[in-house]
Antibody, heavy 121, light 111 residues
């Protein structure tokens, strides 16, 4: 079955870059119609959509992240990535990757278990 | 405050039926499909309902979804202890610069 798993450092220092990888198994990230998505949940807050990357490399961002965020995909490794620069404590959150199904939807299935990233010195 | 409004909590006893609501507007729920997710902290959120009322394979028919106007509901009948979790609604709203919006989530307690 399709599985996604996030990986990356659990602790990032303020002003540094947060880099996360989502490794996909059970389906090729190069499959059309899927939008490889990042979502985060900060402590005490609702889920926040960060954006998606398509296998072609095209992206769509939440404007809140566009200036600091980069989403990319590596079809040869069946992975996609999130980089967030100049992080602050406000970026402390559980970061989830998910497969988005179809464009213009909030249809995500499946999700990864999430990875907690703490921004602290 | 979330774009989609959900009650923060709900509770019921095993075997009962509970309904969780999600209230939005004409540009989100009123114009697009609603999706529901079940989430236990520390685990992957799980898709429960897609396109308002469609159950993915593997989701029991105790779960049902509906939508009317700018509101949607998730009903769980024959409540079981393992249903205790957070339930979130989500919708696409292309009038927003960040087009995916989530509800604040409802914590369901099975008494």
């Amino acid at each position: 079955q399709v599985q996604l798993q996030e990986s990356g450092p659990g602790l990032v220092e303020p002003s540094e870059t947060l880099s996360l990888t989502c490794t996909v198994s059970g389906v090729s990230v190069a499959t059309g119609g899927y939008f490889w998505t990042w979502v985060r949940q900060s402590p005490g807050r609702e889920l926040e959509w960060i954006g998606y990357v398509y296998y072609s490399g095209s992206t769509k961002y939440n404007p809140s992240f566009k200036s600091r965020g980069t989403l990319s995909v590596d079809t040869s490794k069946n992975q996609f990535f999130l980089k967030l620069t100049s992080v602050t404590a406000a970026d402390t959150a559980v970061y989830y990757c998910a497969r988005g199904i179809g464009s213009g939807t909030a249809w995500f299935d499946p999700w990864g278990r999430g990875t907690l990233v703490t921004v602290s010195s | 405050q979330s774009v989609l409004t959900q009650p923060p909590s709900a509770s019921a006893t095993p075997g009962q039926r509970v309904i969780i609501s999600c209230s939005g507007s004409s540009s989100d729920i009123g114009s697009h499909y609603v999706y529901w997710y079940q989430h236990l902290p520390g685990t992957a959120p799980k898709l429960l309902m897609y396109r308002n009322d469609q159950r993915p394979s593997g989701v029991p028919d105790r779960f049902s979804g509906s939508k009317s106007g700018t509101s949607a509901s998730l009903a769980i009948s024959g409540l079981r202890s393992e249903d205790e979790a957070f339930y979130l609604c989500a919708v696409w709203d292309d009038t927003r610069s960040a087009p995916v919006v989530f509800g604040g989530g409802t914590k369901l307690t099975v008494l």
